[in-house]
C-alpha cells in the first residue's frame, strides 16, 4: 500500500473494498508512519474488524488475529513451552549431561508460539489484529503494554525477543469496559460510528453492484430509520450488504410493506425487536406518503 | 498556568509548539488527560499531515489526543473555541482587521435582497456546505447591519435568523407557491453557529480585546444521549457491579483468620498420621453469594428518576439470579415476576404501572408503612448475607417515617445501600427526612446518571469513589 499520504491510503483501502472515512484514512495512515497501535473503538457491526482486513489485504501483509475472550492468558496468547517435547528431549537424552540438556529445552525449537509471537518473530511484517480487548480482563492488558510499545515480548528463560519488521497493530473494542489509561496511551484513538446515509450506499452498491441506485438508497434509509429505534441489537453494515443481496435475490423494486416483513429477519435478529420494528417502521412503509416529513 | 490568552488579547509566545502546548493546557483544565506522551505523539503525527488542511490537522490530534469519545467532544469543543481565540488574539496584537482600506466588507452598499440571501443558505444548508455557510453568515450580518444589532451576540443570532425566516422542520411553500424542502435541525444549528463566530470576530476587531474564556458548560461537554444509550451504560455499570460482587468473596477466602476448624474433617485427615490432629482443616469460606433485594420507589416526587432506577433494576436483574425486587409508593408490591417473565424494557415499565398496585389512596409515598409492610413480608428471609438497596428520594410527605423499623431491617440485613435521586443539598429538606435512615444505612449514595452509578459501584466493591 502507497503511504505517501492520506488520500492514497483512502484509495488503496478502497480498492480492496473497504471505503474509509477521512478520519478512519487518517488514523490509518498516520498508524503505519508513526508505528504506533491503533483503538479502534465503536459499536458493533461497524466495520472495526475489517478495517484490520482491509490494511492487510491492502499492505499486502499477513493478517495475525488474536480473538479475545474473558480467561485468555499468555499462554494461549504469546507462548507456551512445548513441554511434551521438553520431556521427550530429555529422556531421549541419555548421555548427555544435565548442562547440555538445560540449555537445550528452553531454545527456539521447544516454543509453541501463539499469535502475538507469531506477530513479533515474524520475518515478513504483518498486520496484528487484537480483536475485542475489552472481553479480557486488564491484567491481560498490562501484559500487552510492553509489546504496543516496544514491540517486544520477554521470555524469562530466553530474554526479550523485539520485532524484526514493525507490525500494523489494530486493537478493537465494543466499548463493554472502560480500557486502562496506560494502554489507550500506547494507541492512536479511532471511534468508528455508523456510516452517513452517503458513504453506506457506496459501502452497499460497492458490494452488491447490480442493485438499482434507488433500491440502495431506499435501503439504507429504512436501516437508519431502524437502527434509531430502542433496540436491542441495531443492524450492522453486514447485514445492510446481505439485506441488499437478499433484496437483489427475490428481485424486488421497491422496499414495500410486504417485501419488508419477508425478509426484515436478516436486519433484526431478536423477537421482541422484530415486534418493535415492524410495528413502527412497517407501518411507515404502507404509508404512501414514505418517510420523507 | 492559566490559560495564556486573557481579556488583554496576548498572542503568547510565538511558534506552534507554543500554541499546542497551551491547547493541551487548556484540555487538561477541562479534565482531559492530556500526557506527555500524548503531545509527542501529537507533534510527530503532526510531522506527517498536511497542516493546510483544516480536517487532517484536526483528525491527527484528536487521534494522539483524545482518546475516549467523552474526551473527543470535549476535543471538538476546545479546538473549535482555543484556535479561534488564537487566531483572533494574534489578530488583534498585529493590528490585522478584515477591512483594513477602510472599505465596507465586499458587496455593501446595495442592500440585500433578503429572499435571495435566505435561498442561498438553503441550499447551502442542504448541500452541507461549511465554506459556502461561513461566507453567507458574514453577508448576512453585513445586510443586517451592525447598527440594529444588540451588542449581545447570542440575541442578534436569533435576530437575524428571524429575519432570514429559517425554522427548522418542513417549510411553508415559497413565494411561487413551490414546495421548499425541510430545513435540517443540525444544519441550522451550524449555520448559527456559523453567525455566531463572524459576529464574535466582529466584536472582538471592534473592541480589540478577547472576552475571558470561560470553561465548558457542563451541558455542552456531556455526550447527548438517548434513553438506549443510557439503558446500555447502565447495563455496564451493574455488569461491572456484578464483577465486584462475585470477586468480593474470593478475595476473603485465602485469609486464615476468622475461619473455623472443621473438627470432622480434622479427624478425618488425622487417620493418616495415625489418629495424631497434625494438619488442621477449616472449612471452607463460602463466597458471598449476593442475595439482593431491592427497593424502588416509583411514586411521583421521583418520576424522573423512576425510568432510570427501573432500568438500573432491569440490568440488575439481568446479572443477579437471587435478585427480588419491590416497587412501593404506599404499599409495598413485589415485582420479581415481572422482570423474570418480560424481557422488554418498555413493557415492564408499563406492566409495573398497571398491576403493581403500589397507590393505596392519595399516591403519595408513606415510607413508614413500606418499612413495615417489607419487614412483614421478607423478614424470615432477610439475613446477614442479604443486601438490601433502597432506591428513593426519603420524602414522606410528613408521615410518620418508622426510622426504628428501618433499624430493624437493617439490622437483619447483612448491607444497606441506599441511593438518593436528590442532590445531596437537598437532603433533609422539606419532608426529606434522610439523616433519620441515613444512619442505619452502611452507605447512602446520591444517584441519577449512570456516572453515580458506577461511584457506588465502585465504593461498595471497597475502592476508592471515582472522581468527579
Not at chain 1, 479502534?40 to 488475529?65: D, F, H, I, N, Y
Not at chain 1, 438508497?217 to 443492524?235: A, F, G, N, Q, Y
Request: charged letters at 30%; aromatic letters at 6%; proline letters at 5%.
Amino acid at each position: 500500500m502507497p503511504d505517501g499520504s492520506v488520500a492514497e491510503v483512502k484509495e488503496a483501502l478502497a480498492a480492496v473494498g473497504y471505503l474509509a472515512d477521512e478520519s478512519t484514512a487518517l488514523v490509518s495512515f498516520l498508524a503505519q508512519k508513526l508505528g504506533k497501535p491503533v483503538l479502534v473503538e465503536g459499536p458493533a457491526g461497524v466495520g472495526k474488524t475489517e478495517l484490520a482486513k482491509a490494511l492487510s489485504r491492502a499492505t499486502g501483509r499477513e493478517l495475525v488475529r488474536l480473538q479475545c475472550y474473558e480467561g485468555l492468558d499468555e499462554a494461549k496468547a504469546m507462548y507456551e513451552w512445548n513441554y511434551r517435547k521438553q520431556l521427550l528431549r530429555i529422556q531421549a537424552g541419555g548421555e548427555a549431561g544435565w548442562e547440555d540438556v538445560q540449555d537445550d529445552i528452553f531454545s527456539n525449537d521447544f516454543l509453541l508460539t501463539r499469535p502475538l509471537m507469531q506477530a513479533i518473530a515474524s520475518s515478513e511484517p504483518v498486520v496484528l489484529l487484537i480483536d475485542e480487548i475489552d472481553k479480557t480482563d486488564q491484567e491481560f492488558e498490562a501484559m500487552l503494554l510492553e509489546l504496543l510499545s516496544d514491540f517486544q515480548i520477554t521470555i524469562p528463560e530466553l530474554g526479550q525477543i523485539a520485532a524484526t519488521t514493525m507490525p500494523i497493530v489494530v486493537l478493537t473494542s465494543n466499548d463493554s469496559r472502560e480500557l486502562t489509561e496506560a494502554l489507550k496511551r500506547r494507541c492512536l484513538y479511532l471511534w468508528l460510528d455508523y456510516p452517513e446515509t452517503e458513504r453506506e450506499m457506496e459501502i452497499v452498491r460497492l458490494h452488491t453492484p447490480d442493485l438499482s441506485e434507488t433500491l440502495a438508497r431506499r435501503l439504507v434509509e429504512v436501516i437508519r430509520m431502524v437502527r434509531s429505534l430502542d433496540l436491542k441489537k441495531p443492524p450492522s453494515i453486514a447485514e445492510s450488504i446481505d439485506w441488499a443481496r437478499t433484496l437483489l435475490l427475490l428481485g424486488a423494486e421497491d422496499i414495500d410493506q410486504e417485501t419488508f416483513a419477508q425478509s426484515m429477519s436478516i436486519i433484526v435478529k431478536h423477537r421482541t425487536d422484530i415486534d418493535l420494528v415492524a410495528e413502527r417502521v412497517g407501518v411507515k412503509l404502507a404509508d404512501p406518503l414514505r418517510t420523507e416529513s | 498556568m492559566p490559560t495564556p490568552y486573557g481579556p488583554k488579547a496576548d498572542a503568547g509566545p510565538p511558534g506552534l509548539a507554543a500554541k499546542l502546548l497551551g491547547f493541551c493546557e487548556e484540555l487538561r483544565s477541562e479534565g482531559v488527560a492530556v500526557g506527555t506522551s500524548e503531545m509527542l505523539d501529537a507533534f510527530a503525527a503532526l510531522s506527517e499531515v498536511d497542516w493546510t488542511s483544516r480536517a487532517d490537522f484536526r483528525e491527527a490530534l484528536a487521534a494522539t489526543i483524545a482518546k475516549s469519545q467523552d474526551d473527543r467532544r470535549v476535543f471538538e469543543l476546545i479546538f473549535e473555541r482555543h484556535f479561534f481565540r488564537t487566531a483572533e488574539a494574534e489578530a488583534v496584537q498585529r493590528g490585522v482587521t478584515e477591512h483594513a482600506e477602510g472599505g465596507p466588507p465586499a458587496g455593501d452598499g446595495e442592500r440585500f435582497d433578503m429572499d435571495e440571501l435566505s435561498e442561498a443558505i438553503r441550499e447551502a444548508m442542504a448541500a452541507g456546505d461549511e465554506d459556502a455557510m461561513r461566507d453567507l453568515a458574514r453577508l448576512a450580518i453585513a445586510a443586517f447591519g451592525r447598527a440594529e444589532g444588540s451588542g449581545v451576540v447570542g440575541v442578534d443570532v436569533q435576530r437575524i435568523r428571524r429575519t432570514l425566516g429559517l425554522t427548522a422542520g418542513s417549510q411553508p411553500p415559497g413565494e411561487d407557491g413551490g414546495e421548499r424542502p425541510p430545513i435540517d435541525r443540525e444544519q441550522l444549528t451550524g449555520f448559527e453557529r456559523h453567525l455566531r463566530r463572524e459576529l464574535e470576530r466582529d466584536l472582538i476587531e471592534r473592541t480589540e480585546t478577547l472576552p475571558p474564556s470561560r470553561p465548558l458548560a457542563e451541558l455542552d461537554r456531556t455526550l447527548p444521549t438517548s434513553p438506549t444509550q443510557d439503558l446500555a451504560a447502565v447495563h455496564r455499570a451493574v455488569s461491572q457491579m456484578k464483577r465486584r460482587l462475585a470477586t468480593l468473596g474470593h478475595e476473603q477466602r485465602g485469609r486464615r483468620k476468622g475461619q473455623f476448624v472443621d473438627v470432622r474433617r480434622t479427624m478425618r485427615a488425622s487417620l493418616e498420621t495415625g489418629g495424631v490432629p497434625l494438619r488442621l482443616r477449616y472449612r471452607p469460606k463460602r463466597p458471598r453469594r449476593p442475595e439482593i433485594y431491592v427497593l424502588c420507589d416509583v411514586s411521583t416526587s421521583v418520576t424522573s428518576a423512576s425510568v432510570f432506577f427501573l432500568s438500573v433494576l432491569h440490568a440488575l436483574h439481568d446479572s443477579f439470579r437471587k435478585l427480588r425486587s419491590f416497587v412501593f409508593i404506599e404499599r409495598i408490591s413485589e415485582v420479581t415476576d415481572v422482570f423474570e417473565h418480560e424481557r422488554d424494557f418498555a413493557a415492564i415499565a408499563q406492566r409495573i404501572s398497571s398491576e403493581g398496585g403500589v397507590a393505596d389512596v392519595s399516591g403519595y409515598t408513606d415510607y413508614g408503612r413500606v418499612w413495615l409492610e417489607f419487614l412483614t413480608e421478607i423478614s424470615d428471609d432477610l439475613d446477614p448475607r442479604s443486601t438490601v438497596i433502597v432506591l428513593g428520594d426519603a420524602r414522606t410527605n410528613g408521615r410518620e417515617p418508622h426510622a426504628e423499623v428501618f433499624a430493624q431491617v437493617a439490622e437483619r440485613a447483612g448491607r444497606l445501600f441506599w441511593l438518593n435521586p436528590e442532590p445531596k443539598l437537598y437532603w433533609n429538606y422539606g419532608d426529606s427526612v434522610m439523616a433519620a435512615y441515613e444512619r442505619y444505612c452502611d452507605g447512602a449514595f446520591e444517584c441519577w446518571t449512570t456516572k453515580h452509578l458506577e461511584n457506588f459501584v465502585n465504593v461498595v466493591a471497597g475502592a476508592a469513589p471515582a472522581a468527579e
